[in-house]
């Protein structure tokens, strides 16, 4: 699985998109880039997921890079409610494989 | 409805001690997952339990012990327990081996004193 890179923390203002980066320069042509977060004293929470193509939920939008060496996980409207731990995590889907979580982003969102 | 639920949700026990922590979906997923994060915050995965088959085993001290009685529970016995077993240990559940869309449970604080 590529190892994947992401800045330690940011601040965003409640009400505003927050942008969270994640390189990952490594990335075989078969991983996928899965995004999670955790909010403070609770288990992770899955967000989104995508190989190639740009995706989007009801929770957030994902853009990944033609080249797919990184990825952007965009939070439209940043509330409070959305300060978390963000993981971006590369996984090629086969049996035994597994979620490897890194040290994520720290997301302030700030009133 | 809770999706994934642990119990106990804290957990204070002496070193040497054995405890078991109890976990039950009602999702009707076949793939349950035991993680352990530390006080660096570091999650890890310790074992997956796909069809109550044992899936991932990573390099957990035997002391560790699942155990999966059906699809719907995945319970984690630890026996003889050490200072450093403190942690957040959190369970999950996801429908397919090759589904790492997963949902985790609220967790247990175990502290070892």
Redesign the interface.
């Known amino acids: 699985d590529a190892k994947t890179t992401q800045p330690p923390s940011m601040d965003c203002a409640e009400g505003r998109a927050a942008n969270l980066p994640c390189n990952h320069s490594t990335i075989s042509g078969n991983e996928?880039v899965?995004w999670y977060r955790?909010i403070h004293?609770?288990?992770?929470?899955?967000i989104i997921?995508g190989l190639k193509n740009n995706e989007t939920n009801e929770m957030a939008s994902l853009i990944i890079t033609e080249d797919r060496k990184s990825s952007t996980l965009i939070l439209p409207h940043a509330t409070l409610r959305d300060t978390a731990?963000y993981y971006c995590i590369g996984?090629i889907?086969?049996?035994?494989n597994?979620?490897?979580?890194g040290?994520g982003t720290r997301v302030l969102v700030k009133p | 409805d809770t999706a994934?639920s642990q119990t106990p949700k804290y957990l204070v026990t002496q070193m040497g001690n054995d405890k078991s922590i109890k976990c039950e979906q009602n999702l009707g997923h076949d793939t349950m997952y035991w993680y352990k994060q530390d006080s660096k915050?570091?999650?890890?995965?310790m074992f997956?339990y796909n069809n109550k088959e044992l899936?991932?085993n990573?390099t957990v001290p035997n002391r560790f012990s699942p155990k999966s009685p059906d699809k719907a529970h995945l319970n984690l016995h630890i026996n003889s327990l050490e200072l450093g077993d403190s942690a957040v240990y959190?369970c999950?559940s996801s429908q397919g081996?090759?589904n790492?869309?997963?949902?985790?449970?609220?967790?247990t604080r175990l502290t070892v004193t």
């Open positions: 996928y899965y955790q004293s609770q288990g992770p929470q899955y997921h731990v996984v889907k086969a049996a035994g597994k979620l490897t979580f040290g | 994934v915050k570091f999650l890890k995965i997956s899936i991932i990573e959190f999950a081996i090759l790492y869309e997963q949902y985790f449970g609220p967790g």
